[in-house]
Nanobody, 130 residues
Framework: QVELVESGGGSVQAGGSLNISCEAS????????????MAWFRQAPGRERDFVAS?????????NYAESVKGRFTISKDNAKKTVYLRMNGLKPEDTAVYFC??????????????????WGQGTQVTVSS
């Protein structure tokens, strides 16, 4: 079993920045963490969970972003630390949501928004005030 734990959420004013992180633990060493495509999704109250960003498995650093966050958000990962990051700049009130980390074995960035992830984190709240 793989456990994903998000951290770094919080409250910020519109135009501000936040970094959130997701660390993998459980039956996944750094060697195997690199075999997972990683993604961030978000869910606002009363809405469905939406894809935000993803990064490919392995040493491939291909990324994929939802149109709504392109140019503002950056996903990255550190295989040695078994951690994926989301840097969020230029935050808007409509970015307010619970952000979830997700992992799927050997999946490219382009496919991560089309498959149901194998593992989910518990989520971290991001609130952007106007």
């Amino acid at each position: 079993q793989v456990e994903l734990v998000e951290s770094g959420g919080g409250s910020v004013q519109a135009g501000g920045s936040l970094n959130i992180s997701c660390e993998a633990s459980g039956r996944i060493g750094s060697t195997y963490f690199r075999n997972y495509g990683m993604a961030w999704f978000r869910q606002a109250p009363g809405r469905e969970r939406d894809f935000v960003a993803s990064i490919s498995w392995g040493e491939n650093t291909d990324t994929n972003y939802a149109e709504s966050v392109k140019g503002r958000f950056t996903i990255s990962k550190d295989n040695a630390k078994k951690t994926v990051y989301l840097r969020m700049n230029g935050l808007k009130p409509e970015d307010t949501a619970v952000y979830f980390c997700a992992a799927t074995p050997m999946t490219s960035a382009q496919a991560m928004d089309k498959v149901t992830p194998t593992y989910w984190g518990q989520g971290t709240q991001v609130t952007v005030s106007s």
